[in-house]
Nanobody
Framework: QVQLVESGGGLVQPGGSLRLSCAVS????????MGWYRQATGKEREWVAD???????VYADSVKGRFTVSRDNAKNTVFLQMNSLKPEDTAIYYC?????????WGQGTQVTVSS
């Protein structure tokens, strides 16, 4: 059974930073593409970033230069460092794991950017 658990969300002022974590149970983490997505209230889920098993990374244009994704394969954990946060970054952030045709999601963590 694969489980993903996000943590690190919270309330932060504009311009601030947060670091999200996603811990994965199961033995397939090291062979999987890990992704971060977000969903703001009343909007569709939006892709944020991906990191492959060998560390290739792509970002959505909306976060490029502000967010950094990384992974620790020894700890089965993926991270999202978010800097220069804006009110429009407010959303529930989800991590996902994809391996072949299989896809798993975490329960999400709320990020609120407000003064």
């Amino acid at each position: 059974q694969v489980q993903l658990v996000e943590s690190g969300g919270g309330l932060v002022q504009p311009g601030g930073s947060l670091r999200l974590s996603c811990a994965v149970s199961g033995s397939i983490f090291g062979y999987s593409v890990m992704g971060w997505y977000r969903q703001a209230t009343g909007k569709e889920r939006e892709w944020v970033a991906d990191i492959t098993s060998i560390g290739n990374i792509v970002y959505a244009d909306s976060v490029k230069g502000r967010f950094t994704v990384s992974r620790d394969n020894a700890k089965n954990t993926v991270f999202l460092q978010m800097n220069s946060l804006k009110p429009e970054d407010t959303a529930i952030y989800y991590c996902s794991l994809t391996r072949g045709a299989s896809n798993f999601w975490g329960q999400g963590t709320q990020v609120t950017v407000s003064s």
